[in-house]
């Protein structure tokens, strides 16, 4: 059993400390510019995510289209101060069923039960990958595999994302379960056929798993 999880806003602060920073410090309005900004749904940015446009050459649009008044090392910093702090509580709870084994419901038998593998899927910036796991190694450490969708080429609310990691890892969906905080992500990994719970907390997340019959 392979429990995929997203990096960002599940075990990581991400993106979205980013745009409540820009609202305190610059206001509202500037804060939902900044937003729509940094959506899957912009294009630019899903092509950011996929690998298709570094990371300077992105900024340069935004800021030459915007006319924020702060430059793209302002816009770095912002989002190196983010991805160094951790979300407590997720993977203390993944970790913990790992000890021990699954035990699954009869209409999902054919799963192969024992103690899930984790892996990380993340929508990131391909220049960002080495510094994120300079920040948090414990967790590059606990998992199994990681994938990304600047490697990927495609981003975590298409569906092909998760058919090209099943088709890499050789798993039928339903030997997988995927945990996300972004409603558009869970749903692609629906329509991959991967049973997916939406991240709100460690305890939700804990009761969500023991009603796929993950034992604590």
Not at 7 to 33: C, H, P, W
Not at 176 to 195: F, K
Request: hydrophobic letters at 40%.
């Amino acid at each position: 059993m392979i429990i995929f999880t997203n990096l960002s806003d599940v075990l990581i602060k991400g993106v979205k400390e980013t745009k409540q920073f820009v609202k305190n410090r610059y206001g509202q309005k500037m804060g939902e510019a900044y937003e729509k900004r940094l959506c899957e749904t912009n294009s630019e940015f899903a092509q950011l995510l996929r690998g298709r446009m570094s990371e300077d050459a992105y900024w340069h649009v935004v800021l030459g289209d915007e006319k924020w008044p702060f430059g793209i090392h302002d816009i770095k910093k912002i989002l190196s101060a983010a991805l160094k702090d951790s979300t407590p509580g997720a993977m203390s709870v993944m970790q913990s069923i790992t000890a021990h084994p699954t035990h699954l419901p009869a209409c999902t038998a054919e799963i192969v039960q024992g103690s899930p593998e984790i892996y990380l899927v993340s929508d990131h910036i391909m220049e960002r990958m080495e510094e994120i796991k300079s920040y948090h190694p414990k967790i590059f450490n606990a998992c199994n595999r990681s994938f990304w969708s600047c490697e990927m080429s495609e981003i975590a609310a298409d569906d092909r994302f998760f058919k090209d990691i099943l088709k890499i890892t050789d798993l039928q969906p339903n030997e997988a379960i995927y945990i996300d905080t972004n409603p558009l992500n869970t749903t692609a990994a629906v329509l991959s056929g991967i049973a997916s719970i939406i991240y709100t907390t460690p305890h939700r997340l804990k009761k969500s798993l023991m009603e796929y019959s993950f034992s604590f």
